[in-house]
Nanobody, 116 residues
Framework: QVQLVESGGGLVQPGGPLSLSCTASGSIFSIYAMGWYRQAPGKQRDFVAAVTNGGNTNYADSGKGRFTIPRDSAKNTVYLQMNSLKPEDTAVYYC??????????WGQGTQVTVSS
């Protein structure tokens, strides 16, 4: 089992930055990728960004050039650094990880609201 705890959500003005963090605990040795999804009200949960243990990253088109997903392996933590935020980035952001054996784990979610 892996537990994921997110932090860093909140209210930010359009054009501003915000950083989220997600720390994994438990069977962390089984994790081979971590990432972020988001879900706006009334919409499906969408992929945002991911990073593998090897450092390979992948981004949804919506975040390319604005979002980065650095990680601190020593702290078992992945971040989502968001810049130039838009109102359409408003959503609940979920941390997730893929573990060997096919398991996927999710955090509890953190609200990001982009509004003036």
């Amino acid at each position: 089992q892996v537990q994921l705890v997110e932090s860093g959500g909140g209210l930010v003005q359009p054009g501003g930055p915000l950083s989220l963090s997600c720390t994994a605990s438990g069977s962390i040795f089984s994790i081979y990728a971590m990432g972020w999804y988001r879900q706006a009200p009334g919409k499906q949960r969408d992929f945002v960004a991911a990073v593998t243990n090897g450092g390979n990253t992948n981004y949804a088109d919506s975040g390319k050039g604005r979002f980065t997903i650095p990680r601190d392996s020593a702290k078992n933590t992945v971040y989502l650094q968001m810049n130039s935020l838009k109102p359409e980035d408003t959503a609940v952001y979920y941390c997730m990880c893929n573990a060997h054996g096919g398991a996927t784990y999710w955090g509890q979610g953190t609200q990001v609201t982009v509004s003036s």
